[in-house]
């Protein structure tokens, strides 16, 4: 199975930056589409960007598009999420999580990181 850990959370100001990381197991690495999903409390986890196996790929929820950008290291067993001009809807609990797919859909992903804290302060 595939071992993920996030890292990079922590607490920005609104229009502020932040890069997380997601870094996995070695082994099969560069087989998995990785995704990036975000869970506030009360609310359900939502999708938020993903990466195809080797890169060429990526797609982004709307609310993140032109802020957001995934991209991947596969020589350092890496996925990257650039966050720009955060704003306080982005507070979350931020997963990556490993699919077999390129998919924005939460239960085709099979692994799952324990998650880093992102608070965007006003």
């Known amino acids: 199975q595939v071992q993920l850990v996030e890292s990079g959370g922590g607490l920005v100001q609104a229009g502020g930056s932040l890069r997380l990381s997601c870094a996995a197991s070695?082994?099969?690495?560069?087989?998995?589409?990785i995704g990036w999903f975000r869970q506030a409390p009360g609310r359900e986890r939502e999708f938020v960007a993903t990466?195809?196996?080797?890169?060429?790929?990526?797609y982004y929820e709307d609310s993140v598009k032109g802020r957001f950008t995934v991209s991947r290291d596969n020589a350092k067993n890496i996925v990257f999420l650039q966050m720009n001009r955060l704003n306080v809807e982005d507070t979350a609990v931020y997963f990556c999580?490993?699919?077999?797919?390129?998919?924005?859909?939460?239960?085709?992903?099979?692994?799952w990181g324990q998650g880093t804290q992102v608070t965007v302060s006003s």
């Open positions: 999580a490993a699919a077999r797919d390129f998919t924005t859909a939460l239960k085709e992903y099979d692994y």
């Open positions: 070695a082994r099969t690495f560069s087989s998995y589409c």
């Open positions: 990466i195809s196996w080797d890169g060429y790929y990526t």
